[in-house]
Structure formats: structure tokens, C-alpha cells
């Protein structure tokens, strides 16, 4: 990496947990000129303003989740234990992996009708994570783990949703007393089409 491209590199990893947690319509340019102790100039001569640097940080934290949701599926040998694995790292969203919580509820909430780009990048990632989700069900039901006619894609969608629905409540009451009941009603689908 040249010099330039460790300093953008720099800009981004220092402000995309500010994005995350504060918003994009949050953020100001003085929160990320704080964060990185350079100067407005600095800032500019990486990126064309702040919703181009915004952009970049929302990338980031998408792939920061990518990488925590990957680590943690590739433990696991089974299918089941993939599943059970993806449901507990997200179950407790007052402590989620990626600071400032969730990157796709975070930015597609407040983009839905602000940016059409982030929009994109997190519709992206939700088919991402659900055709991860349903491949990894497919796998079980190859390898007789799951009944054959449970159906993967409509499990995906559910435990997306549910799991999202989750995190708002958790986030917004301050609890995880609802997700804990959401990841036990996932849990008893999977143990009932186990075989």
C-alpha cells in the first residue's frame, strides 16, 4: 500500500464505527477530523465529501460483519452447528459484534429514503446473508442432517427477519428478553427438522 492508500485506509477504519453508531445524516466532518487527528484537508484529498467517505464506511462495516459471521460458520462442522452458531453471535444485540450494532438495520433504516447507493450496498449483503443462510440448510439436508422437505429459502427469510426484528427490539427497549425468545423459536424449528 502506498502512503495514500494507508492514510484512506486510516480515514475509513477510524470513522465507520462513527457512521455505524451515529448515522449518516449524523456524522459530521469534525467527528471524523476528531477521530483521525487530520485536518478538513486531509479528509478531502482522500474523499470527495462526506457522502463519498460515508460510502467507504459503509463497505467496511459490511465486511466487517462478513468476516465475524464467516470466522464464526467456519467453526462448525455440521450444518446445525453453522445455524446454531450464526443465531448466538447475533442473539445479544445490546453487545453486537460489529460496534454500533448492526450495519445493514443501522444504514437501511436511514437510507431507505435517503441514498439509493446504500440502499444497494445493504440489499446486497440481506441476499447475501439469506443465500449463505439457505445453502448452509441444503448442505444439512444433502448430508441427512435435515428433513429433505424443509424448505431453505423460506427458513432463510424467517430467521433474517426474525433476527432483525430482534435487534431493533433489543436495541430500542434495552433488552435481549425478546431475542432470547426469537432465537428459541429458530432453535425449535431446526430441532424439529432434525433428524
Known amino acids: 500500500m502506498t502512503k495514500a492508500e494507508k492514510t484512506r485506509q486510516y480515514i475509513i477504519e477510524k470513522s465507520a464505527p462513527i457512521f455505524n453508531t451515529k448515522g449518516v445524516s449524523g456524522t459530521v466532518m469534525t467527528d471524523i477530523m476528531e477521530a483521525t487527528k ?5 479528509l478531502y484529498a482522500h474523499f470527495e465529501n462526506k457522502e463519498d467517505l460515508s460510502y467507504a464506511a459503509v463497505d467496511y462495516n459490511m465486511q466487517i460483519l462478513r468476516t465475524i459471521t464467516s ?3 467456519k467453526k462448525h462442522k455440521t450444518a446445525k452447528g453453522k445455524i446454531i452458531g450464526f443465531l448466538n453471535l447475533f442473539s445479544d444485540p445490546l453487545n453486537h459484534p460489529v460496534f454500533g450494532g448492526c450495519p445493514m438495520l443501522n444504514f437501511g433504516m436511514e437510507a431507505d429514503d435517503t441514498s439509493p447507493i446504500i440502499v ?3 440489499g446486497d449483503m440481506i441476499k447475501e446473508v439469506q443465500q449463505e ?3 448452509i440448510v441444503d448442505t444439512g439436508i444433502l448430508n441427512g442432517e435435515f428433513k429433505k422437505d424443509w424448505d431453505s429459502k423460506k427458513f432463510a427469510v424467517k430467521v433474517f427477519a426474525l433476527m432483525e426484528g430482534g435487534n431493533l427490539i433489543s436495541r430500542t427497549t434495552r433488552s435481549n428478553a425478546q431475542m432470547k425468545i426469537i432465537v428459541q423459536i429458530i432453535k425449535d424449528e431446526i430441532a424439529e427438522n432434525t433428524l
Not at 487530520?38 to 486531509?42: F, I
Open 38 to 42: 487530520l485536518a478538513k484537508g486531509s
Open 120 to 122: 444497494s450496498k445493504v
Open 133 to 135: 443462510l439457505k445453502e
Open 71 to 73: 470466522k464464526v460458520i
